[in-house]
């Protein structure tokens, strides 16, 4: 018997290629592993036995060194002559997770060797992202001769040639994209520059950051353990910022997973605990989805110097007072997004003809509108703008789907914007009331044209096709070992056919269900599907499925057991 015929999925799905079986074969037995695991393994790019070596056992020798950047060297001699020469140096950051890890990691380890140091976050409201005129005067009325920029400040050319004129200098370390022009800092340090050979191009902000303090540690003969007691603030940063899990990257937020586990900083300890997350079992998903979202919320709806304040805590009592405060302000961002992201959901309901979402409310709070374009995005899958008023005009974010540009689009509305910027997958802007409508007609003008019918279904990749009996607990193991998972290393999702559901479907909390699965004469497997509520009612006892779905080891009174994660399921043909 099948499932009913009602559609259950409403996603393509795209089996990556199977590899050449020579390939398989000569990877499955020179590493001794699983014929499946290999072929994900040679989809990563690794075919012999060195290389997975080499990639399942991350190395801190492997890191780049840090004067193969460009500036590096002029950056370093700066900071050490500031700190000799008693000036003042202000730290100034992003108000996000990348900005605000990169202002504690840098502050922490520069107060250790001198005490005029202090930190800098522009306010999302007033200020908004970049090197702003109000950090400059700051800089300069409080005699700052030195500014260190993090994640930041890479494209800030008219404000930085104003600071230079003013007596203050800049070291931007930042990891966007450069204009044609660089600022007048006295170092620009970013692999992205076309001048910089620096092999490895997608260090998070924060990693940049890292690999200063890496730098001075080498230049003024202090130990490399000073640099590393910070990777744990480095993999949040990686991790949270979505930045491409390979590389350096992947070394760098391995080992800051392992510090967490082992010793974390004060601040990340007092995360864990009112996050209700276990440090010594910690990952990249509990980052994403607990630890990240708290340090941004306070930049979201109050100012981010209370995350970089709660960051360089120097005693777990100390963290401990100061996350309380970060939790409340997360809690409110979370009561905030859901209330605006249900009042967003019903406007584009009556706009389901249309190929974009643009919605506005005078009242919706700045803060969240990125957050609430994302979960637009996950219910409709479209190009999407939340636009909300500030002052005089509205202001705004934007979300974008695979296979369209966002930013490339909004130059093509530009003449309705006061302002923007951004990349492919989101952007913010600035336009007058009136101009909302126009932006409306434009936008959707401009996705009706640039993005084709079948680029507006929604694809789920598929690493490989599995029987259900190949997935063991040692099968699991030796996929774990593939982590860290992210952008560039993302965790296998895999594909089972003609599955039976052995049990009938039982609905959890209103919307997730729990599925007993049997192929053959395998075990029965339970798989959990978040949000898969509604599918419920197509799914019976006796039913044949196909199943995508990651893998998980469930853990209660000591017993481990697999656990599948539905991604996406249909009925079999």
Same mark, same amino acid.
């Given at each position: ?393 509205? /202001?705004?974010? %934007? =979300?974008? $789907?695979?296979? *369209?540009?966002?930013?490339?689009? +909004?130059? !093509?509305?530009?003449?309705? &914007? ?74 296998? /999702?895999?594909? %089972? =056919?003609? $599955?039976?559901? *052995?049990?009938?479907?039982?609905? +959890?909390? !209103?919307?997730?269900?729990? &599925? ?58």
């Amino acid at each position: 018997m099948k499932a009913a015929e009602a559609s259950l999925s409403e996603k393509r799905w795209l089996t990556k290629p199977i590899p050449e079986p020579e390939h398989i074969s000569l990877l499955t037995n020179s590493l001794n592993l699983n014929p499946f695991l290999a072929q994900i393994l040679i989809q990563k790019g690794i075919f012999n036995f060195d290389q997975a070596k080499h990639f399942f056992n991350p190395d801190l020798e492997d890191l780049l060194h840090p004067f193969l950047m460009k500036d590096m060297e002029i950056a370093i001699k700066v900071i050490a002559e500031s700190i000799e020469n008693k000036e003042k140096i202000l730290v100034y950051g992003d108000y996000d997770v990348d900005g605000t890890t990169s202002v504690a990691c840098m502050f922490s380890f520069l107060r250790e060797l001198t005490d005029k140091i202090e930190f800098y976050i522009p306010d999302r409201f007033t200020e908004g992202y970049g090197i702003s005129a109000q950090g400059v005067d700051f800089a300069h009325k409080n005699g700052f001769k030195l500014v260190i920029a993090l994640d930041c400040g890479i494209r800030s050319v008219e404000i930085i040639t104003l600071a230079k004129e003013l007596g203050v200098n800049f070291i931007v370390c930042d990891h966007h994209i450069p204009g044609e022009t660089l600022p007048p800092a006295l170092a620009n340090l970013n692999p992205k520059r076309k001048d910089c050979s620096y092999p490895f191009k997608e260090l998070s902000g924060c990693g940049i950051g890292f690999k200063l303090i890496q730098a001075c540690c080498i230049y003024m003969g202090l130990p490399e353990s000073k640099a590393f007691q910070y990777l744990d603030l480095v993999a949040v940063s990686i991790a949270s910022d979505l930045v491409q899990m390979n590389g350096e990257n992947r070394i760098l937020t391995y080992f800051g997973i392992e510090k967490i586990r082992h010793k974390p900083c004060f601040a990340i300890e007092a995360l864990c605990k009112i996050a209700s997350v276990n440090h010594k079992t910690i990952d990249v998903s509990h980052i994403v989805f607990a630890i990240g979202p708290r340090i941004n919320a306070a930049g979201r709806l109050s100012h981010a110097k209370e995350s970089v304040n709660l960051l360089i805590a120097q005693s777990i009592e100390d963290a401990d007072i100061k996350v309380t405060s970060i939790d409340f302000n997360n809690q409110s961002r979370r009561d905030l997004d859901q209330n605006i992201t249900e009042e967003a959901l019903s406007i584009i309901e009556k706009m389901r003809e249309y190929a974009s979402s643009v919605v506005f409310k005078s009242d919706w709070h700045k803060g969240v509108v990125g957050i609430v374009a994302s979960r637009c995005i996950e219910k409709y899958y479209k190009p999407t703008i939340v636009l909300t008023q500030s002052g005089d005009k509205a /202001v705004g974010s %934007a =979300r974008s $789907v695979l296979g *369209f540009d966002l930013y490339e689009a +909004l130059c !093509e509305c530009s003449e309705v &914007l006061t302002q923007f910027g951004g990349h492919t997958f989101a952007a913010g802007m600035t336009l007058p009331l009136e101009n909302v409508d126009k932006l409306r007609e434009k936008f959707e003008e401009v996705v009706q044209k640039r993005l084709p019918y079948e680029m507006r279904i929604p694809t789920l990749d598929i690493d490989v096709e599995v029987p259900l009996h190949a997935l063991t607990e040692k099968f699991y193991q030796v996929m774990m070992r593939m982590s860290p998972f992210g952008p560039g290393n993302m965790q296998p /999702v895999f594909l %089972a =056919r003609n $599955v039976k559901l *052995f049990r009938q479907p039982l609905i +959890l909390k !209103e919307k997730h269900i729990k &599925l007993w699965l049997k192929q053959g004469e395998s075990l029965v497997y339970e798989a959990i599907g978040f949000n898969f509520a509604d599918k419920c009612e197509t799914l019976n006892e006796g039913d044949l499925i196909d199943i995508c779905f990651t893998l998980g080891l469930n853990e209660f009174r000591g017993l481990k057991t697999l656990q599948l994660f539905v991604k996406d399921l249909k009925s079999s043909c």
